[in-house]
């Protein structure tokens, strides 16, 4: 009963029930349950990876930081290897959003491979929905800010998916962000 099959679609089923009322900053207003499972297909798709572990994580990667999902509940319903790759790729919503992502960027060397998977495939996600649209309030110069301090959280991600990394370093050169 718990092929890998099961457990994706048990993961998938809690990842968009938890995320049930929440939509994307797009002016389309896009249900976020498209953002984890497009992580998660970029893993698979793109990056070749198979780890059930990292799929589920990145299907259930914003839920703690954007729902009210405890650790605890990840740890119980889906082990604890989910549950810790989960909390490696959240940010302590308790600091200034500056603080936030200055952390991001001072963390993520020392992330686990596991995690370091499922930022690259996170920010790799976001940075092309920045380029299919603005969201809603956000100026081209914040856009390019974006683009600035994710090629930064990726320098520390580096050696972990060259298939994800070629992707990033070509949207990167697009920007004009050195790399
Ligand atoms: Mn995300």
Not at 151 to 177: H, N, Y
């Amino acid at each position: 009963m718990n092929s890998d099959a099961v457990l994706l679609l048990e993961t998938v089923h809690f990842a968009a029930e938890k995320h049930r009322n929440q939509r994307r900053k797009d002016a389309e207003q896009t249900p976020y349950i498209n953002h984890p499972v497009g992580v998660a297909r970029i893993l698979s798709h793109e990056g070749g990876i198979t780890d059930i572990e990292v799929l589920q994580a990145a299907l259930l990667h914003d839920t703690v930081e954007d729902t009210d999902t405890t650790p605890a509940e990840l740890e119980a319903k889906f082990g604890p290897i989910v549950a810790r790759i989960v909390q490696e790729v959240t940010d302590d919503k308790s600091l200034p959003k500056q603080e936030r992502k200055r952390q991001q960027v001072e963390h993520a060397p020392h992330c686990s491979r596991q995690a370091k998977l499922v930022k690259l495939a996170d920010k790799l996600y976001n940075l092309r929905d920045l380029n299919r649209c603005t969201p809603v309030g956000w100026t081209a110069e914040r856009v390019q800010e974006y683009f600035v301090w994710a090629c930064e959280v990726v320098k520390g991600l580096r050696g972990t998916s060259s298939a994800l990394e070629e992707k990033l370093d070509e949207l990167f050169r697009q920007r004009g962000v050195q790399l």
